[in-house]
């Protein structure tokens, strides 16, 4: 008999160490001055984690302000077109500003205001996490600071605009390439200058300890959520659950409270973009190496010197060089498979999902769906495979009808 579990324990797996490792991934490479922030930041979150009152908020929050719990959504017509197993779409689409990013968002900035920080800053790529962020900061009234690249804020001008509308401060960094990862540098110099008074929101399942712990235990209420739904639906979990891997953060939250069944495959699907060629994709388990950047030991896509490769994806939540470091683990431990998606396949997903259900997904949950295309007609009917749905992709629109070579003139 496969998967019999009925209750949800807590994982065996409990990790990071208390030098913020898992396995040999992770830690906490960063200079001195940093290393005086982050242990007050461990010290605060552990304490909030085990204090009754703050998880209450905390709750409260997902449910009136998020939207939790997100639907567990049957996708019946996507399921029989592909004529195979049968997919379900965890709806984090659904949820207040249209994406995870804003499950950890709330959770950091209810910490920022138990620790009395007044001060948020954030690094944002595409926008999504900026504007998760300038929401939650205009709710609780904590002054806010987006960094984000130049060219990143050209190519996203709506986004910028409603950080702006939320109150939020964006501000250009014109370093290097002029997007995230020069953004995340802005903000933790940010950091280091004002953290009596300043908390740094990172947007991500990335960087130095603690924080992919603390984001992972923010999104891991997308598996706490998942696995309850399917036990009532279904009376049984689900074979494999599949989800697009940037940083990192949707993926772990979907993963993490079925680590212990070892009948259900996980899957994170990595950004192949245009070819598995230097600068032409995101996949970090099909070409990266092991080093450190931003704070983190993990896999990173780098030429022979060590220099950090170009990326490149549809994309622009998947489009970055490292991968979160309890991916890292899991890879190598194999508990967890990571293929990945091309351009293409995306966008082909992202076009099916719209005529077979009505529903836009993101580009980057387009990755997983397109992972799930391929499986799903693969294996008998009585199979069940779990999407997360990590966006929806309205924000995308633009973009895919470029990339698809349609021109919109509005
Ligand atoms: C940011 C983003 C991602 C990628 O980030 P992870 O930390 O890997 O989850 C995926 N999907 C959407 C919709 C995003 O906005």
Redesign the pocket.
Known sequence: MSNSATTSSAPRFSLPDASGHFGEFGGIYVPETLMTPLAELTKAYLSAKEDPEFQAELAHLQKQYIGRPSILYYAEGLTRHLGGAKIYLKR??LLHT????INNAVGQALLARCMGKKRVIAET??G??GVATASICAKFGLECVVYMGATDMARQALNVYRMQLMGAEVRAVNAGQKTLKEAVNEAMRDWVTNVRNTHYIL????GAHPFPMMVRDFQRVISKESREQMLQEEKRLPDYVI?????????IGSFFEYLDDPNVTLIGVEAGGRAIAPGEHAARFSGGKLGVLQGCMTYILQDKEGQIEGTHSV?A??DYAAV?PEHAYYWKKGRIQYGHANDMEALDAFKLLCRTEGILP?L??SHALAHAIKLAPTLPTDKILLVNL??RGDKDVWHAAKAMGTTLTI
Request: charged share 10%.
């Open positions: 984090e689409d249209g994406a995870h990013k790529g595409a999504q996490h947007g991500t399942a990335y989800a697009c891997v940037g940083g990192g953060s949707n993926a994309s939540g998947l979160g993101a980057e949950s990590s966006g």
